[in-house]
């Protein structure tokens, strides 16, 4: 009996143990199952990839520049040993002056129409090489400014062959947006035009914070010479100012026989030249708006300018007289509807050749690019 027992015990024991074998595992306690979480490794974080800004390209064929006012650009730009680069600009501004760096590396160039071009052109000078297989750096530098302000920095790169040159680049802004820009930063505007006369009438006294106190000079012969002449110079100047302001409020001018020229944009102009003296001359232009709304005269405007001409009067070369002093009869330019509005025009006497025309030009500021134009008579010289 006892051994009976054991036997049976012994069975009891092997099937616990073999249910406790075949027990699936999703059974089993959790805890078991789980590892403890000091065993969880983390995971381990990229290293950091630092970049370098790598050198900016050049840029090659057709390039296009939209400039904000308040930009001044560079512009990167291949250039290939036998290629050519042409840089155009708006038509409502000009060129101020045109910087190349080293000109043995690029050239500028010439143009008989440069006083009126909106664009130039560039051509690799003799220095000018292929550059080295990855080399990234700029060969020169040119630096144009506007009749704005506007700065542009051109920076040529030599370029391997042809297909990398950048055969024309296009520079776009508003003009009125690059005056308002650099008023607000305190820079010049307009740094080509001729400095106007100030209407006597809205100047005011100087105020001087303490009495300036000058001891005279001895008189002497000298002196007395030079005062003289002062005293001529100074009489000379009141007659011209008084002669100008006669010939500004002339109202006979034009008259039914004066001539008109065509109109352009609500504007018309007649022109007629007066002699101040063996080397000075004066010009009467009128401008008449003939719109039913006010207009304002483009900065720089009126201007003179000389045509020369070719046997068959085709116009070979534009140039824009300098030196000349611009007096009107209203500060602001402004034209009223109907109204017209004169200027005086005063310069140099100038030796005109055969094929060759003295001419004036003015335009309104929403059409600055295309003026309305007449010549003077060909005793105008």
Known sequence: MKSLNIYIRCGAAILLALALAITPVSAQPVRARQKPHSQKKSQALPPVAVVNNPVPEYRSGEVSVAVRGNENPIIRLGLAPNGVTLVEFPVSDKFFAINPGNTDMVTIEDSPTKETDRFFVIRP???????????????TSIIVQMSSGMVVTFLLYPARDIESNAHRCVVTYDREAVINARRAAGLAVNIDRRAEKLDPRQSSASIRMAPIIETSPPVTTSSLINKNDEIKTDTAAKKDDS????????MSFPSAKDKWSKGAHGLKIAARTEAVDAKRRQVIVAVRNTLSKPVTIAPGYPELYVHTFDDKGRVLQTETLKQVKVECSSSEGLIAPGETLRYLLTYEALVLGAKQRIGVAVAQTNAADDPVTTELAASAK
């Open 243 to 250: 002669k100008s302001r006669s010939l500004l409020q002339d």
């Open 125 to 139: 000078g003799a220095g000018f090489l292929p550059a080295d297989e990855g080399a990234k750096s700029p060969a």
